[in-house]
């Protein structure tokens, strides 16, 4: 069952700027924290060096505003990611609410990254990181709609095919024949959220559903 949002509603469900939820995913692991924290901490000092060595030249303001920029990296870094994923779907000029079931669910392993490493003789080996994805086919009674996949954990496991799930379907057509993109999805009969991305406001999405659920009821 497909219902079709109504103007502001696809904005408020996925906002412009970054919720904590989604500056938290975009942040990433460790070893991404890392990596900004190198960016912005090397990046910063070197270029407000160069600011205090201009500090009698027109330049040395400008280098140091940059400099003060990239120390921030850490912060603004992630919030101008999470914004751009937002933006990727608050684009498509058609949203509509999904109400169907999971077909079909299985697992994939997935390579996360890979690096070279010296093995015990000094030889340089390939080494890959990889994970379990869960893979989810939806449907409903007009047929195959599409599929959401993520990363799976131990509370995963209670996902069957005949579930109830809801998401948001994004499509650049208004008869929605093509679909563009799902947003996450929420499974209500496990009371568990699903997904790569944090895209939706939870709470907005599921006040929605018992809203518009029940007039199309």
């Excluded at 069957?160 to 209500?188: N, Q």
Aim: charged share 25%.
């Amino acid at each position: 069952m497909l219902i079709p949002l109504r103007p502001g509603e696809l904005q408020t469900l996925i906002p412009a700027v970054a919720t904590g939820t989604q500056f938290r995913f975009a942040l990433g692991d460790p070893r991404k924290i890392l990596q900004r924290l190198l960016i912005s901490g090397i990046g910063g000092v070197i270029t407000l060096l160069i600011s205090q060595s201009l500090s009698f030249n027109r330049w040395g303001s400008v280098w140091l505003i940059a400099g003060v920029v990239l120390l921030l990296y850490i912060l603004w870094g992630p919030i101008l990611e999470a914004g751009r994923r937002n933006a990727s779907l608050r684009r498509y000029p058609s949203a509509a609410l999904f109400e169907g079931e999971v077909i079909e669910a299985y697992t994939k392993e997935r390579v996360e990254n890979q690096r070279e490493q010296a093995d015990s003789s000094g030889r340089l080996e390939l080494v890959e990181n990889r994970r379990t994805w869960l893979i989810l086919e939806l449907a409903d009674e007009d047929g195959y709609l599409g599929r959401v996949s993520f990363p799976m954990t131990k509370t995963h496991s209670a996902i069957r095919p005949g579930v109830l799930i809801r998401c948001i379907v994004l499509s650049e057509r208004k008869d929605f024949s093509s679909v563009g993109a799902l947003t996450d999805a929420w499974l209500p009969q496990l009371k568990l959220w699903v997904g790569e991305y944090p895209f939706l406001l939870r709470p907005a999405f599921e006040d929605l559903c018992r809203i518009r659920l029940r007039k199309s009821s």
